[in-house]
């Protein structure tokens, strides 16, 4: 079976600080991968989605990047980070021949 | 671009009741999903719908892809505490979106003992 891990779980960071936020998933090949962040509980916004190695499509203009070094790894990036990255970062995986999306646990982020 | 209205926002009821919540589109979707989040935890799938009509159900959940393929429910019978949570619709509409999730802005159920 498949299954997504997320780390870390929880973060706290100062404002202008770099993140690195990883994402693996397991039992599945080639999967698409995605990012997300939710805010205050509601409503999933896509930051980013790769079909392949070294593939990274971004939805949202921002201080954020995505890279997928290897086919189950999915990176979400930071340089300096702003107060406003604070939020809850969610990964997903799906198949390439579905839509259905499958959520890792997430990773809180607290920029102060 | 496309919009997913999901209703009702939250909902406060009585163990044992049934639950009902619904999404509408302004625009076509082949694949229709329900999502249930817990507090600091990732949405997990509930239910997958992948055809007009299509009517599935997983325990006490019970979700269907409107014939219109503008819309969806999801009912819950005989809810329980455990119930608790946001629940999400989320719809795709097909072709070569690479499996890009419209989301509605999810259900608020609390379920009072």
């Known amino acids: 079976s498949q299954t997504i891990h997320q780390w870390p779980a929880t973060l706290v960071q100062p404002v202008g600080s770099p993140l690195s936020l990883e994402c693996t998933v397991e039992?599945?090949?080639?999967?698409?991968l995605y990012w997300y962040r939710q805010a205050a509980g509601r409503g999933l916004q896509l930051l980013f989605y790769?079909?392949?190695?070294?593939?990274i499509s971004s939805e949202v203009p921002q201080n954020l990047s995505a890279s997928r070094p290897q086919d189950r790894q999915f990176i979400l990036s930071s340089k300096k980070l702003l107060l406003s990255d604070s939020g809850f970062y969610l990964c997903?995986?799906?198949?390439?021949?579905?839509?259905?999306?499958?959520f890792g646990p997430g990773t809180r982020l607290t920029v102060l | 671009g496309q919009q997913l209205n999901q209703s009702p926002q939250s909902m406060f009821i009585q163990e044992g009741e049934d639950v009902s919540m619904n999404c509408t589109s302004s625009?076509?979707?082949?694949?229709w999903l329900w999502y249930k989040q817990e507090p600091g935890e990732g949405p997990v799938l509930l239910i997958a719908?992948?055809?007009?009509?299509e009517l599935t159900s997983n325990g006490r959940l019970t979700a269907q892809f409107g014939i219109t393929r503008k819309d969806s429910f999801l009912n819950i019978s005989a809810s329980i505490p455990s119930d608790v949570g946001i629940y999400f619709c989320?719809?795709?509409?097909?072709?070569?979106?690479?499996?890009?999730?419209?989301f509605g802005q999810g259900t608020i159920l609390t379920v009072h003992p």
């Open positions: 625009s076509i979707f082949n694949t």
């Open positions: 989320a719809g795709h509409p097909g072709g070569t979106s690479y499996g890009k999730l419209t």
């Open positions: 039992g599945t090949s080639n999967p698409n």
């Open positions: 790769s079909v392949g190695i070294g593939q």
């Open positions: 719908l992948y055809k007009a009509g």
């Open positions: 997903a995986w799906s198949l390439v021949i579905t839509d259905t999306q499958y």
